[in-house]
C-alpha cells in the first residue's frame, strides 16, 4: 500500500514536470513567433502603417483620376506623418542596411510631397507619375527589406 502511494507520488510528480515542460516549449515557440513577426510595439505599429498605406494608395489612385486635389492632400497626409516612424522601422531582413532603407524613405518621402504639390496647382498628369514613383518606391523598399 505505501509503496503503491510512492509510486503514485512519484508518477505524479513526473507528470507534473513533464506537463510544465511541455507549457514551457509551448510558451517559448509562442515567444519565437512573436519575436519575429510581432516583436514589439513598434513592429505592431510599422505593421498598421502599412495597412494605412494600402488604403492610402487607393484613395490617392482614386482621387487622382477624379482631379480631387483635396482627398490626395488629405491622404497624403496620413502617409507623411508617418515618415519618421518609417525611417526609423525595424526591416524584416537585411538589418544591416537600415541606412538604405532610410533613404528609400526619404525619396518616397519627396514623392509623396511632389504628388500633393502637383495636384493643388492642377497638374494631375505631373501628380500621376510622381505617384507611380511613390509607389515603386512601396516595392523597392519592400523587396529588399520585407520577408
Ligand atoms: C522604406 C521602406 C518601405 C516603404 C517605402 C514601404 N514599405 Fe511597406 N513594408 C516595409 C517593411 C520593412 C515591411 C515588413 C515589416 C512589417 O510588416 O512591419 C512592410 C510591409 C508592408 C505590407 C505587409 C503587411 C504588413 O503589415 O506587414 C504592406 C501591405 C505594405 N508594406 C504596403 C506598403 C505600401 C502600399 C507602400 C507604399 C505606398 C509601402 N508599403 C511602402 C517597408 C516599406
Do not use: W
Not at 510595439?41 to 490617392?60: C, F, T
Request: charged share 25%; with cysteine; proline share 1%.
Amino acid at each position: 500500500m505505501r509503496e503503491f502511494t510512492c509510486k503514485n507520488i512519484a508518477t505524479a510528480v513526473i507528470t507534473g514536470f513533464l506537463v510544465f515542460s511541455v507549457a514551457e516549449v509551448v510558451a517559448a515557440n509562442e515567444g519565437m513567433e512573436h519575436g519575429s513577426k510581432h516583436m514589439s510595439e513598434a513592429m505592431a505599429k510599422q505593421h498598421h502603417m502599412m495597412a494605412m498605406y494600402v488604403q492610402a494608395q487607393v484613395k490617392i489612385n482614386d482621387s487622382l483620376r477624379k482631379s480631387d486635389a483635396r482627398t490626395v492632400e488629405a491622404e497624403a497626409g496620413k502617409i507623411l506623418v508617418t515618415i519618421p516612424d518609417l525611417k526609423a522601422a525595424k526591416p524584416h531582413k537585411n538589418l544591416t542596411q537600415r541606412k538604405a532603407m532610410r533613404q528609400i524613405a526619404v525619396a518616397f518621402e519627396a514623392d509623396i510631397k511632389m504628388t500633393v504639390a502637383a495636384a493643388n496647382k492642377g497638374h494631375f498628369a505631373r501628380a500621376k507619375s510622381a505617384f507611380a514613383k511613390a509607389e515603386a518606391r512601396c516595392n523597392q523598399c519592400h523587396a529588399k527589406f520585407r520577408d
